[in-house]
T-cell receptor, first 110, second 113 residues
Framework: SQQGEEDPQALSIQEGENATMNCSYKTSINNLQWYRQNSGRGLVHLILIRSNEREKHSGRLRVTLDTSKKSSSLLITASRAADTASYFCAIGGGSEKLVFGKGTKLTVNP | EAGVVQSPRYKIIEKKQPVAFWCNPISGHNTLYWYRQNLGQGPELLIRYENEEAVDDSQLPKDRFSAERLKGVDSTLKIQPAELGDSAVYLC???????????FGSGTQLSVL
């Protein structure tokens, strides 16, 4: 099992701006997921993208996957103070062990 | 529908004492996970259950950690004796359809003094 590596480790933006965070991995994958964790809470699933998909949307979230570069990105458009949280990519799921990265800490300033 | 329920929310103990965490997964979810999350890190899997069977406990420090899920529903994770390095948040999760998407509880924050 492999761990994704998020970049940047921390990101601070103003409300209304877009936030982009990236996840890189080393070997081929079947699924890649993104989760959000508000301070002191559990993780919440955001989006799952499969290896044969290139882009998925959910509300203000857009996830892309580039298997040739072994990377994924999570874009949050028109950010809000409530988007302040840590965001984790996770590789695996189903019968595979789900392994989380170390996360990107996003701060959205009002 | 209730989410994943964990208790207690916080626990402070002295080193060498025992401690137990409880988790009730979402009804109907056969797969249950215990993760440990250190400060500033992502969650790390300790053990995964399919019903009452532990199918992956390779990361569980078996000298001091134990877990059970006797009836394939709720689960208990125990540490005995606790060490200073066990201070962390212990997260329980259960698996949804196809077990790809995980639903997490709020966690138990353990402080070992």
């Amino acid at each position: 099992s492999q761990q994704g590596e998020e970049d940047p480790q921390a990101l601070s933006i103003q409300e209304g701006e877009n936030a982009t965070m990236n996840c890189s991995y080393k070997t081929s994958i079947n699924n890649l997921q993104w989760y959000r964790q508000n301070s002191g809470r559990g993780l919440v699933h955001l989006i799952l993208i499969r290896s044969n998909e290139r882009e998925k949307h959910s509300g203000r979230l857009r996830v892309t996957l580039d298997t040739s570069k072994k990377s994924s990105s999570l874009l949050i458009t028109a950010s809000r103070a409530a988007d302040t949280a840590s965001y984790f990519c996770a590789i695996g799921g189903g019968s595979e062990k789900l392994v989380f990265g170390k996360g990107t800490k996003l701060t959205v300033n009002p | 529908e209730a989410g994943v329920v964990q208790s207690p929310r916080y626990k402070i103990i002295e080193k060498k004492q025992p401690v137990a965490f409880w988790c009730n997964p979402i009804s109907g979810h056969n797969t249950l996970y215990w993760y440990r999350q250190n400060l500033g890190q992502g969650p790390e899997l300790l053990i995964r259950y399919e019903n009452e069977e532990a199918v992956d406990d390779s990361q569980l420090p078996k000298d001091r950690f134990s877990a059970e899920r006797l009836k394939g529903v709720d689960s208990t994770l125990k540490i005995q004796p606790a060490e200073l390095g066990d201070s962390a948040v212990y997260l329980c999760a259960s698996g949804g359809a196809r077990n790809e998407k995980l639903f997490f509880g709020s966690g138990t924050q353990l402080s070992v003094l």
